[in-house]
């Protein structure tokens, strides 16, 4: 039995949450391998709704969840969850929330030198979550992050939390924002720290041995194609890598594990924070999709900006992502518009490309080409077949699944959990 990668393919917000809730039910282990706090679902079920930042989906299913070391963790992010979650009658403990031990810490610092530096941009800013992400990448990859494992050992505590202030004041010095003292530092992560521990484990042995019990992995992405700090349209993109291959590293696993990689895409596209749009609709269609899809951010409440679906931006999303299946989500919103366009290429400088360029400048200027088509009055909402679909919106995704090249799998078709339409069965493989 195969297992599944689930990743976004446009900026993120595709609706995942659903969907790997939906996955969730057949998997038994779902694993988060990139992102942190930064990442908002929302999951309806049972009629109470869950809103999870940090926490694998598949709890809620009562799956074990696994947070994987290319996860960015706030530990008092963390805990909030767990406690928010619990006071909704959920049960997550360490018999069945798994953290790797080598997993990066979010601390108090991270956040505030990501809102100074967003402040210091000012009209260039990235529109970050204001959630550290960025800067506690950044100490990964500088060695001198503080890792859960690192709880365990106070010297070594203590020593690490000397280099990182020394780097981290200096720098919230020079924007002119407060600095932080060693003491109340220490004192709280050592305070945290028997919260903490029990959670973790090297989650490379456990995902191996399930694999080896033949039990069925989910790895659960967070944010989108196109905000991986590579493939994304950098630099307004998160500061981890998105792509499915990085399930692999960021859980501990071989590139084989990752089984069928399936990317969701909305019907049509919204982007919150800064950044190039193509297909932006800065108009009253825009304002309508977004009324209708409620298109709020889950983690800030911000507007989300919406336009047409762009099927360049979504096929290189799928090259790039390794993307086998695609989901669609949110078709509904779209109920009753006269006619839809879909973009097929930008064209920049005379000339027409059917990816997006690499410089923000260009990215900046590529005007969409558009292809319309017809719209349908009738409702898809709650749909659970092909067949209940109206003519023209099966056009609409068959036209998709050709210009994107990969197969609509899942259709999903209200919040619902059930109003899904399954052409195929990701976990076969
Ligand atoms: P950061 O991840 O907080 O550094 O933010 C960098 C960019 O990624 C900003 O444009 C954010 O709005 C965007 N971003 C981060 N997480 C999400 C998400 O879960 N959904 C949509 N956008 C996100």
């Not at 282990?29 to 929302?42: D, K, L």
């Not at 009324?291 to 790039?320: N, S, Y």
């Not at 609409?396 to 090249?405: A, C, G, P, S, T």
Request: a neutral charge; charged letters at 25%; hydrophobic letters at 40%.
């Amino acid at each position: 039995m195969a297992n599944v990668c689930v990743i976004g393919t446009q900026w993120g917000d595709e609706g995942k949450g659903k969907v790997v809730d939906w996955l969730a039910s057949r998997a038994d282990i779902v694993v988060r391998f990139q992102g942190g706090h930064n990442a908002g679902h929302t999951l309806v079920v049972g009629g109470e709704t869950y809103k999870l930042s940090l926490l694998p989906s598949g709890l809620v299913r009562g799956k074990t969840g696994v947070i994987g070391n290319g996860v960015v963790l706030d530990p008092e992010a963390l805990l909030s969850e767990i406690a928010r979650v619990r006071s909704q009658g959920l049960d997550v403990g360490p018999h069945n929330l798994r953290i790797a031990e080598n997993v990066p810490l979010i601390l108090p610092l991270h956040p505030a030198l990501d809102r100074a530096r967003e402040a210091a941009r000012g009209g260039g800013a990235i529109g970050t979550t204001g959630r550290g992400i960025g800067p506690a990448y950044e100490d990964k990859v500088a060695r001198r992050a503080i890792r859960l494992a690192d709880l365990a050992e106070p010297d070594t505590l203590s020593a690490k939390l000397d280099e990182l202030l020394r780097h981290h004041n200096t720098l919230l010095a020079g924007f002119g924002a407060e600095t932080f003292r060693k003491e109340p530092l220490l004192a709280r992560l050592l305070d945290l720290a028997p919260q903490l521990l029990p959670y973790a484990e090297p989650v490379w042995e456990l995902l191996a041995e399930a694999r080896a019990a033949g039990k069925r992995i989910l790895f659960e992405g967070a944010q989108a194609v196109m905000l991986d700090v590579d493939h994304g349209t950098y630099p307004f993109v998160t500061s981890s890598n998105t792509v499915a291959g990085n399930a692999a590293a960021g859980a501990g696993v071989g590139p084989e594990a990752i089984g069928m990689v399936l990317g969701i895409a909305k019907a049509y596209t919204t982007r919150v924070g800064s950044g190039p749009f193509p297909t932006e609709l800065d108009d009253e269609t825009g304002r309508e999709i977004g009324r209708r899809g409620h298109e709020l951010g889950t983690v800030t409440g911000r507007p989300r900006r919406c336009g047409w679906f762009d099927a360049a931006m979504v096929r290189q999303a799928v090259k790039i992502g390794g993307v086998q299946g695609l989901v669609l989500t949110k078709l509904d919103v779209l109920d009753g518009f006269r006619e839809l366009k879909i973009c097929t290429g930008y064209r920049l400088n005379g000339a027409v490309l059917r990816r997006l360029p690499a410089s923000p400048a260009a990215q900046a200027a590529a005007r969409p080409v558009y292809e319309t088509m017809e719209g349908w009055s009738d409702s898809t909402r709650g749909a659970r077949s092909w067949a209940e679909l109206p003519a023209q919106a099966v056009k609409y995704v068959k036209r998709i699944e050709e210009l994107v090249e990969a197969p609509v799998v899942l259709l999903s078709t209200s919040p619902e959990r059930d109003d899904t339409i399954m052409m195929r069965d990701p976990f076969a493989g």
